[in-house]
């Protein structure tokens, strides 16, 4: 089990916390699920 942490870096050059998730397992398909939630959450917003 782990956490997987996505951060970004904001335009004032601090870094943002983009997405929190526990996961089962640290894979390519876990990391590969969070990166698609996070396109589908910002593409709605934007």
């Known amino acids: 089990m782990g956490i997987l942490f ?7 050059g601090m870094r943002e916390i ?12 876990t990391w590969s699920d969070l990166f698609k939630k996070l396109k589908t959450c910002w593409t709605k917003t934007f």
């Open 18 to 29: 983009l997405a929190v998730e526990i996961a089962d397992t640290e894979n390519k398909t």
């Open 6 to 12: 996505v951060l970004g870096i904001g335009e004032k």
